[in-house]
């Protein structure tokens, strides 16, 4: 792990696909190159009153859209090549889901789990202080969101502290992934997992791509493993499940379960809750060792905790026909080489996972325009189906039922509208990235960089260069 250059393996992606468009090198590498790196490092008083000194980076990718935008990661992973491969893949996710956002990612290199809520706290304020300070955090500069190990708390926590130290009008829109009191945008929790779902979900429905991996089309009866049941991967293993999938296999931090008849997700968050573990739940058979699972038999394999999982050491060991990259960077250039090989179908990271990052896109449309998405036409739209269906009702001998009226007139309030976007994107996007496959003859991984390199192209070469 320690000689994994995870930037340069972005990079390599990132350079296959150029030589599918028509942009020279200048314009290339101008798109390529990291515009500003932030390593801080602050003091942190402990609860026992010792002090321990804490690192952190943020990293704005591209500036060719403003506000840079991308998630704050608390792990032991964080480093400087970590953060600025995450960040360039923000710039190309965003350009793909058309996200009018530049890249950025942040990170402090900590276990969460050895700090208390109060340290947390004193960790995320002052990180927050210092890109104040230092011009790297705004509504209009760069907006931070949860990524691994983070969430609505620690973004709260961001925005309380932005707000004591400016006056913005806009001060809400600083940070995405708010606790809805706090301006954030309802559907944003689940946005990633339920992106993850709607991805997989299209790619499924398309009966020719299905055939060419051995697949029948649909979801129904499906089955598939996740690695890692947090916020994206147990979103994702839910809307799957709803929609007729089969969670035969679960990896976490502390090993592995499987069960061929399939094992319920809300029974397993519940016992995982309980005992901090998943291993010896019941009706499952607990693996070797976390890593295991990922080898057995499944349609469907979701990485869903961090990079670096799927390698040269197991991917020839990988049965599952579709790999479904919800976690940043899971899959090396080597596995990915592997499993293409054997004829899986590797839907990539800078699309999959984009349903995050477009429903931030929405939270911050909400929190700069000041108002609710439906407030103003939801009553309206209810009002006029309803009209409408009184009319069918007076010239046909049909009368809709109470419980038909509510599903018929219902207007779109801000779950809704959300919800849809969501949909409407990550189903555009993939069809966009799987013409493009299908018209060069690439993998998806590829065509999606053709993507974002085609859009952010032509932007650079329009913008040109400030003196
Ligand atoms: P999270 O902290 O909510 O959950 C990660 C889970 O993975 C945890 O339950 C952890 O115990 C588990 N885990 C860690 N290492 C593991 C291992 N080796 N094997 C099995 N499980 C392991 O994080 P998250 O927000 O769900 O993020 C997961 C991935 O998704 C990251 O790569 C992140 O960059 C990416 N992502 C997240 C978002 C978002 O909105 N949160 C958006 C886009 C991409």
Redesign the pocket.
Known sequence: MSDYKFYLQVNKAFDKAATYTQYDRGILEQIKSCNNVLHISFPLEKDDGSIEVIEGWRVEHSHHKMPTKG?I?YSLTVNEDETMA?AALMTYKCAVVDVPFGGAKGGIKINKSNYSDSELERITRRYTFELYKKNFIGPGTDVP???????AREMGWILDTYRQLSSDLNAEGCVT?KPIQMGGIRGRTE???RGVFFGIHEACSNKEDMKEIGLEPGLEGKTFVV????????HAAKYLSEAGAIMVGV???DG?IYSKKGIDLESLMSYKKETGGILGFKGTKSLSD??AVLESECDILIP????N?LNEKNAGKIKAKIIGE?????TTTEAHEILKKRGALIIP?NYL?????TVSYFEWLKNIQHVRFGRMEKRFEEDSYKKILSVIEAVSDRKFSEKELKVLAQGGGEEELVDSGLKDTMINSYNQINELRKLHGVDLRTAAFISAINKLGIIYDQMGIFP
Request: cysteine-free; charged content about 10%.
């Open positions: 998630g990661r995450l969101a949860p990524d691994y190990g983070t969430s992934g946005a990633t997992g690695q890692g049941l947090g916020n994206v991967g147990y990896a976490e931090i592995s976390t890593y869903a905790a961090l990079e999982q919800a976690a940043n960077g899971p990271d996972n984009a349903g995050g990052v």
